[in-house]
């Protein structure tokens, strides 16, 4: 069965894709030489860019890494980066106890 994405998603990825773009243009690199970086097609480039939900997890952090923002998407996935993430932790996480 195909999975649909939805809207929120298809919106995700193309704010994404044009954030990505913007990154490149700001390194000064053609969609050729990131696909080169990246080791992708210049097609997969373009497929990311334009927002395409389907791209591969590892295609994306190849790219994030070639334009030398992967560090950023890590510390945005980071829990314990938000409060909401470091309260919650303390709540539902066990307590490492030392045992003497």
Known sequence: ??????PT?????????ENLVTWRKLYNLTSQQLA?????SRATISRLENGDPKVSFETF?????ALSSLD??????DPYETDY????ADQVLPQRV???
Do not use: F
């Open 1 to 6: 069965m195909k999975r649909l994405s939805s």
């Open 98 to 100: 030392r045992s003497s």
């Open 72 to 77: 950023a998407v890590v510390e945005a996935t």
């Open 9 to 17: 998603v298809k919106l995700a990825a193309k704010q994404i894709g």
């Open 36 to 40: 080169d970086k990246a080791a992708v």
């Open 85 to 88: 993430g470091r309260v919650r």
């Open 61 to 65: 952090l190849n790219v994030c890494r």
